[in-house]
């Protein structure tokens, strides 16, 4: 059964939709009905409930290579060690 849904979108939109759907040979209610379709699948994963990053995502933000030097490197590790020490 199909149900007649009303939208309200930017004519512009609606105009570039409707000849991108023209070029594809698709009617733009199977490709709004496809995309609502997709949509509520990803929204009903589990993955897409979490709104914390990934794993992955996390570890990345944190291991980006960073450029020290040598010298800068065995100066962090000194303050580090005096720090450790209490000296």
């Given at each position: 059964?199909?149900?007649?849904?009303?939208?309200?979108?930017?004519?512009?939109?609606?105009?570039r939709?409707?000849?991108?759907?023209?070029?594809?040979?698709?009617?733009?209610?199977?490709v709004?009905?496809?995309?609502?379709?997709?949509?509520?699948?990803?929204s009903?994963?589990?993955?897409?409930?979490?709104?914390?990053?990934?794993?992955l995502?996390?570890?990345?933000?944190?291991?980006?290579?960073?450029?020290?030097?040598?010298?800068?490197?065995?100066?962090?590790?000194?303050?580090?060690?005096?720090k450790?020490?209490?000296?």
């Amino acid at each position: 059964m199909k149900t007649k849904l009303t939208l309200n979108v930017d004519d512009k939109i609606v105009a570039r939709a409707k000849r991108a759907s023209a070029r594809k040979k698709v009617s733009l209610s199977s490709v709004v009905e496809d995309y609502l379709d997709k949509f509520s699948e990803r929204s009903l994963s589990p993955k897409s409930k979490s709104k914390e990053p990934s794993l992955l995502e996390r570890i990345r933000k944190y291991t980006h290579p960073v450029d020290i030097t040598d010298e800068q490197l065995d100066k962090q590790r000194e303050e580090y060690l005096r720090k450790k020490h209490v000296l």
